[in-house]
């Protein structure tokens, strides 16, 4: 980000454009090309890292000094206007629509007023790479980052200028940011958390270590500099003019391979691989930018790219907390893999339209006069013509709007979201059922665990067998457990034709239910609908769990007859992972499928398996949760995902309907063969009348 002292480089602010437009793309329309577009804020960290040593690099040479003071008020002038319209304008936007868009807004406008965002996200257990509800201001995490850099860098520069040698003082920046990538890679082999490592200023310090390490391999400071920019864009500062003409060639494969970067599928799965990589490639295209002559530089300064990198800032600053609102407003709902396109691409108007008037009305005089020369201009403003004092009167308005805004979004805030109010009750459901008393007056035992204690198996049918037969009509022993008052042959009219099965519901004591949150929500309903039912729920699960722990309750005899599994909401199913678990349920039991429903990109495959598994595979029936809930949407909670109670009732009808279709199969196929064979035995004996 450069001052008013600063001189100008060629392409860097056509380089801003770029940075900005991978991120924006990124996040308003996630199912586009641009899989890894987080390595954008990467880009702006060489940027910034480059800039700020270089113009620290620049005073020094010409005073003698860096002054601290001046340069730190210097950054406030150029952060925070705009990072103060954002806020509290989005914030006063976010309490007029209310619900789970405000939860933990209080420490989000906290983190924004500090740069502390990134590590009060950290211990708030926030999450960047999630499809979930994403916080108002997720994306000023960067921000903050920059800010402790900003604080601290000046202070250890002095340090490193001690080295005498240039090479020397590139060595240990290129040690630190070695070691920032390596600190990152520890921290997620110990056990922390993606989201630890991607906000750490520590853990993410990579990208500003190259961007110092360039500007000091660029630096000629022992020759005094005067001016600014020539007209190649570059400085004196920048090296000799003799730099190899393959430069911009290579500066343009950079580019390229950035772009690449930028679309490589799942990239934050290899952190810090992806934005080192990036934060590599970026030093490249700089240091070709700059160069005397570049023709990249001239290339990147054109006018489009420059109109939006001078904007750059106020363009990250709103693009997110837009999409979100405007999400939310439109879907009721907001998922960052599942934005409508309609919607991303009015975020993407509103969010040039508010950046170019932020950086008109707010930034540039705020930073040309400085805040008490901003504040004297709007007073005379309010002394001047009618439409100057309208115009100043606005401006006071809104600011006194967002500021009363703000104060009563963060007191609405609500302490935890819908979606977690809802899963919090089931666990209390099931708390409750644990804690009630068994029928011979012993607490009954754990509802949910995801290991159980032991308790007695439920008796078994016999293992189907060669020598097993059954006459028509007669249920085949051991295929199905048998359902409960069901006779294993169905009672017959006086002329000897059967008669439709009673059927009767699987009771609780026989059904085991794994599960992950989405179950966990409707534990309430289910335990009402099937009391006494084994129920084993967690947040996050996925199906690759499921065979692990349907192994630990069949090893400890507390499997039952009936298991329910439903794991289809947090990830893609294979048929592996299915027949893992339908090998470890075993052929005495029946298994229910429960497929899925939310707003996620996996959710048809996922479905799409477990109806042909099912199909495919005996003593196996689909619970269709998708097709029941889909009219329904009002019934759950904000994500669109977890259930509230009414939608928790709907979910146990549903897995009850699939539960007792499978019990009841084998009578309503012993029925349909015995009307066969009754058929044909009255023909046979017509025929037999007839002769």
């Keep these: ?33 641009l899989r890894s577009g987080f390595v954008g804020v990467d880009v702006f960290f060489v940027i910034s890292g480059f800039l700020i040593t270089s113009l620290l690099l620049r005073e020094r040479a010409a005073t003698g000094r860096i002054a601290l003071a ?9 952060l925070l206007p705009a990072l103060a319209a954002v806020v509290t304008v989005c914030a006063s936007l976010a309490w007029l629509i209310g619900g789970d868009v405000l939860v933990g807004l209080g420490r989000q406008v906290l983190g924004a007023a500090t740069f502390s965002y990134n590590w009060l996200a950290i211990a708030g257990g926030s999450t960047y790479f999630s499809a979930g509800e994403p916080e108002l201001f997720r994306n000023l995490w960067s921000l903050a980052v920059e800010e402790q850099f900003y604080l601290v860098w000046p202070l250890m520069l002095p340090v490193l200028m001690l080295a005498r040698r240039r090479w020397m003082r590139v060595g240990a920046v290129l040690v630190l940011a070695a070691g920032s990538a390596t600190w990152a890679v520890g ?21 500003l270590l190259l961007g110092v390490a360039l500007a000091f391999a660029l630096d000629r400071s022992s020759s005094r500099m005067a001016g600014s920019a020539t007209a190649g864009g570059a400085t004196p500062t920048t090296g000799r003019a003799g730099i190899a003409v393959g430069m911009p060639l290579v500066g343009g494969a950079a580019l390229i391979g950035l772009l690449v970067v930028s679309s490589w599928p799942d990239g934050a799965s290899v952190y810090p691989a992806v934005p080192l990589i990036a934060s590599a490639l970026t030093a490249v295209v700089i240091a070709s930018a700059v160069s005397p ?35 939310i407003a439109a879907t009721g709902t907001i998922v960052d893999t599942a934005i409508p396109l309609a919607v991303g691409v009015t975020a993407l108007v509103v969010t040039l339209g508010a950046s170019a008037v932020s950086y008109r009305v707010l930034e540039q005089p705020v930073r040309r006069l400085g805040a008490r020369g901003a504040v004297r201009a709007l ?37 935890v979201s819908s979606s977690e109010a809802v899963v919090q009750a089931g666990l209390e459901a099931l708390a409750e059922a644990s ?22 198996p439920t008796p078994r049918a016999p293992e189907p067998s060669a020598s097993t037969s059954a006459a028509p009509g007669e249920a085949v022993p051991g295929a199905l457990p048998p359902a409960p008052g069901v006779a294993a042959r169905p009672p017959r009219a006086d002329d000897g034709r059967p008669l439709p099965p009673v059927h009767t519901p699987v009771p609780g004591d026989r059904i085991t239910a794994v599960g992950d949150s989405v179950m966990l929500a409707s534990a309430g309903g289910l335990l009402d609908e099937r009391p006494g039912m084994q129920i084993d729920a967690a947040v996050s699960r996925s199906m690759w769990q499921g065979g692990e722990i349907v192994q630990t309750l069949a090893a400890q005899g507390a499997l039952r007859d009936y298991v329910v599994i439903g794991l289809g909401t947090n990830g893609p199913v294979d048929d592996e992972e299915l027949q893992t678990l339908y090998d470890a349920v075993g052929p005495e039991r029946c298994l229910v499928l429960v497929n899925a429903f939310a707003p996620r990109d996996w959710i048809d ?4 398996e477990l109806t042909s598994f099912a199909a495919t595979h005996p003593r196996v029936a689909v619970a269709d949760w998708s097709r029941a809930i889909a009219p329904k949407v009002d019934l759950l909670a904000g994500d669109q995902i977890h259930p509230g109670p009414t939608g928790g009732a709907v979910y146990a009808d549903t897995v009850a309907g699939a539960l007792d279709a499978l019990a009841n199969r084998p009578a309503d196929v012993g029925y349909r063969a015995g009307m066969v064979h009754w058929a044909l035995a009255q023909a046979e004996g017509r025929a037999l009348d007839a002769r």
């Design 605 to 608: 495959g996922v479905n799409t």
């Design 187 to 207: 921290a997620l082999a110990s056990g922390a958390t993606l989201t630890r490592a991607y906000y750490g200023t520590d853990t993410h310090a990579f990208g």
């Design 435 to 456: 804690a009630a008393p068994a029928p011979n007056g012993t607490p009954a035992p754990p509802a949910a665990s995801p290991t159980p204690p032991a308790a007695s």
């Design 70 to 78: 001046a340069f730190w008020k210097r950054r406030a002038r150029r």
């Design 379 to 415: 007073g005379l403003r309010l002394r001047a013509t009618p439409v100057r004092r309208f115009g100043a009167i606005t401006v006071v308005a809104a600011g006194a709007l967002g500021a009363v805004g703000t104060a009563a979004a963060v007191a609405a805030a609500p302490p």
């Design 293 to 327: 002559g570049s023709p990249l530089g001239r290339a990147l300064d054109v006018a489009p790219l420059r109109w939006v990198g001078e904007r750059s800032y106020g363009i990250y600053l709103w693009h997110w907390p837009v999409v979100v609102l405007l999400t």
């Design 1 to 33: 980000m450069i001052t008013p002292t600063a001189p100008r480089y060629a392409g860097l602010d056509g380089l801003r454009a770029v940075a900005v437009l991978i991120v924006v793309l990124y996040h308003l329309f996630p199912a586009w090309f």
